[in-house]
């Protein structure tokens, strides 16, 4: 069996793997698209560290870790279960954290803050309260500056290290990488975001004391183990799932209740089978994603005006 065994054909095979990360479009999205218009380069460039990493296959377990990491803050984890609909729309759900992300990465700069403004503005709905890890009642809002840090927080170290361990190299380095994304930040509205891989570990620990597991944890973690995907695509997934585990800090781990692949007490290598998989998904998607395509189509335009 392979890592993603195709169905009939190869066509049918890459429909469904393309349609896992567009929800199932059946054309490339429009704001992929419109992402070649605008009227700047973008707060990035196909030189940047922010490309490297997002143009690769690492996102994919990147967004594994990330919703991982996320779910240990409590009130995170409150806004996720109460008003989140992932466990009803997964695709819908991942097509809009990639419409984001992707917005902001290959749009010119008011693309990338209209599209924050979007999400910001879905936020605003997003309150309630939470049990935080004394056991005390809190409020929570998806935009409070300290809970939308977290996110920002899980999100740049999950791209930051999936790569690390499963991609190539990245220009300038983990330092490029965190203080490019910094911009991703501040425009969520989060203050001082960090701008290098020491402030990113420096701000992640000082949260230490407030994460911690719940039944909504559990919860989290018992779709994104088993999710809804078609059958030719399940075994590959699982392989991407350790592979997110595997790079996990200890601590994280541990309060997942989550274990690095092993064979009893030997731990298993992850790292080729998931460079396999990410190998063949690329072959799937291709090698240049539309939301590149259309900024490239732009920088383009750009440059021969000028």
Do not use: C
Request: hydrophobic share 40%; proline share 8%; glycine share 10%.
């Amino acid at each position: 069996m392979s890592v993603f065994s195709p169905p009939r054909s190869i066509a049918s095979w890459r429909r469904q793997l393309i349609g896992t990360f567009s929800n199932n479009a059946a054309e490339i999205p429009q704001w992929e698209l419109d992402l070649a218009e605008g009227d700047d380069v973008g707060h990035f460039g196909p030189e940047s560290a922010v490309w490297a990493v997002h143009g690769s296959m690492t996102p994919i377990i990147a967004g594994i870790r990330a919703l991982l990491l996320q779910a240990l803050h409590p009130g995170a984890m409150a806004g996720v279960h109460d008003f989140s609909d992932y466990r009803s729309d997964p695709l819908g759900r991942l097509a809009g954290t990639i419409r984001w992300i992707f917005t902001v990465t290959y749009g010119d700069t008011a693309a990338a803050k209209a599209g924050s403004d979007w999400v910001l503005r879905l936020h605003e709905r997003v309150h309630g309260t939470y049990t935080d890890a004394d056991g005390a009642v809190q409020p929570y809002s998806a935009n409070d500056p300290e809970i939308a840090r977290w996110v920002h927080l899980a999100f740049t170290d999950a791209f930051l290290s999936s790569h690390q361990r499963y991609g190539g190299p990245i220009p300038g380095g983990a330092d490029a990488y965190v203080a490019e994304w910094a911009v991703a930040g501040e425009l969520m509205g989060i203050p001082d975001p960090p701008r290098s891989e020491a402030e990113l570990r420096k701000q992640m620990a000082g949260y230490d004391t407030q994460l911690r597991s719940s039944g909504y944890v559990n919860e989290a973690l018992s779709f994104l183990k088993r999710p809804p995907l078609p059958g030719n695509q399940r075994f590959g997934y699982r392989v991407l799932f350790a592979g997110a585990v595997a790079s996990l800090e200890p601590r994280h781990r541990e309060l997942l209740g989550l274990r690095a692949p092993h064979l009893g007490p030997v731990p298993l290598p992850v790292k080729f089978p998931v460079k396999l998989v990410l190998g063949v998904i690329r072959l799937g998607l291709g090698p240049q994603g539309p939301s590149e395509r259309s900024a490239r189509e732009r920088i383009g335009r750009l440059s021969t005006g000028q």
